[in-house]
């Protein structure tokens, strides 16, 4: 399922599920955008895996 986020083109997969291991792994992968709901400190750590990504330090 993860590699299905990974190679998704436009965004269209989401995740709507509670499980925290996959949020933290969508999140380490870059996908994390894709959960519905992100707790606050996994959406910190999603904005600055998207930073790294595109190489925008914070």
Do not use: P, T
């Not at 994390?32 to 595109?54: F, H, I, S, T, Y």
Request: glycine share 8%.
């Amino acid at each position: 399922m993860l590699q299905a986020f990974e190679v998704q083109d436009i965004g269209c997969i989401r995740y709507k599920g509670s499980n925290r291991a996959i949020k933290l792994r969508l999140v380490a992968v870059g996908e994390g955008d894709q959960c519905d709901e992100l707790d606050e400190d996994l959406q910190r750590l999603n904005d600055e895996v998207k930073a790294d990504l595109w190489g925008r330090a914070k």
